[in-house]
């Protein structure tokens, strides 16, 4: 039997949609802002330029590009995408 049977379905319903869609569910807080996305996929393509794969004006549009996304606003994109 469980000690608090609300705080358990309080549980279930903050997690059911990722538990249904076989998500691991993500703590509260944790949710990925569009700034935390584009540092990840400006790091990714800096990187590519130290290797060579990509020009670094390449690089500069991406940049120009991502800076302008984050100043849209700090959305939260976790609802869209996942780490699964």
Wanted: proline letters at 2%; hydrophobic letters at 40%; glycine letters at 6%.
């Amino acid at each position: 039997m469980w000690a608090d049977p609300q705080a358990a379905l309080n549980k279930w319903r903050e997690q059911k949609d990722d538990l249904l869609a076989g998500r691991t569910p993500q703590a509260k807080g944790e949710a990925l802002t569009l700034k935390t996305l584009v540092n990840a996929f400006l790091t990714s393509k800096k990187r590519l330029v130290a290797s060579g794969e990509i020009k670094n004006n390449t690089f500069q549009d991406y940049y120009t590009n991502g800076a302008r996304a984050e100043s849209v606003r700090q959305a939260k994109v976790s609802g869209i995408i996942t780490a699964d």
